[in-house]
């Protein structure tokens, strides 16, 4: 597997967590890296067993869920003909289930076989170099032929209590890569008995206190970061945005986020989306899904979630950098 984006992983990394460990201590807190998820795993804590152990469980899901992997079961699927059935872990049975509660959530703006079309503009994680863009761009044509490929309902069948994935289209792709570190780093903290902050690739979690998280800037910026909430013990926080993969066409930026409506890079209007909630898993997938569908029907999905998920908030920032919140405040720099 091709590790590509460590050091971007690692600068975000560095940059949200002096912002984050601000408090005084009696203790030193004490950092460790991994390589977890094609990304960079920052653990910081008191623990470095427990630190090992976190990263240890999260390097066990990543051979179960990475589409890079051929012998996970995300690469068993994807290998799989139309009508096979194939077996797999409990784990990743709850991961596709509470993918399809999202997809059908967000009408498909979140959804985990667009990865056919991930393929197809160069943003696969075997591919991709930042900043090196391909020598073309799909055509109209390979674009529709890998959009019938799409659609997780349409491709797929899920057996919960057999643990059986059937895939229903040759050439269907799933990719949890939008999900899967939300839920690695939410599992991760009921691991840790101490002040600790976890942060996967920019998913971040943290326990044992308040902390106060920094926003990555989409664009140029004055700052590294447009300002900062406070994650609450016990939350996750998640960010997708145009500049976390991309590269320029003929000074046209085209990133990893795609919409399955159209099967193109999302263009929502949206640069930078972070969602704020208690289930990681759940705030990864929503992020991505506000990316692609844009804030307005982000606020209508947030509002359907409130009951449940009372802690939810959101950041929205659009191309011009105005930034609006949804839910808890946001403090700009």
């Known amino acids: 597997m091709k590790r590509r984006f460590a050091k971007t992983a690692a600068l975000f990394a560095v940059i949200t967590i002096l912002l984050s ?22 653990i910081e804590g008191y623990s470095a067993e427990e630190a090992q152990s976190a990263a240890a469980v999260m ?29 797999v872990s409990g784990l990743t049975m709850t991961l596709l289930l509470k993918a399809r509660e999202v997809y059908l959530l967000t009408d498909g703006a979140y959804d985990p076989s667009v990865y056919p079309l991930v393929e197809l503009w160069g943003f696969a994680p075997g591919d991709f170099v930042m900043g090196i863009a391909p020598d073309s761009l799909p055509t109209d044509g390979e674009i529709a032929a890998a959009s019938e490929l799409v659609g997780f309902d349409r491709a797929f069948s899920l057996d919960a209590d057999a643990l059986t994935v059937t895939k229903l289209t040759d050439g269907a792709k799933l990719d949890l890569g939008g999900i899967a570190k939300g ?8 691991g840790f008995s101490d002040e600790t902050l976890v942060n996967l690739g920019g998913n971040i979690g943290g326990v044992g206190r308040d902390y106060t998280i920094g926003i990555g800037a989409p664009r140029e910026y004055t700052h590294s970061y447009i300002g900062t909430l406070t994650l609450h013990s016990g939350e996750c926080v998640s ?19 795609i919409d399955p409506s159209d099967g193109r890079p999302a263009d929502s209007g949206l640069i930078s989306v972070t969602v704020v909630c208690r289930d990681g898993a759940l705030g990864d997938a ?3 899904a506000i990316a692609v569908a844009g804030e307005e029907k982000g606020r209508e999905w947030l509002d359907a979630l409130s009951a449940d998920h009372p802690e939810i908030s959101a950041v929205f920032v659009d191309g011009d950098m105005n930034v609006s919140v949804y839910g808890r405040g946001f403090s700009a720099v």
């Open 21 to 42: 460990f601000t408090a005084c201590n009696d203790r030193t807190a004490t950092g460790e890296y991994f390589d977890v998820f094609g990304t960079t795993l920052y």
């Open 59 to 87: 390097r066990e899901a990543e051979l179960l869920l990475s589409a890079d992997i051929p012998s996970s079961d995300i690469g068993r699927i994807n290998s799989a003909a139309a009508g096979e059935s194939v077996t």
């Open 286 to 288: 929503l992020s991505t």
């Open 239 to 257: 960010t997708s945005g145009d500049y976390e993969r991309y590269y320029f066409f003929d000074g046209v930026r085209y990133h990893h986020i």
């Open 183 to 190: 839920y690695a780093v939410q599992n991760s903290l009921a």
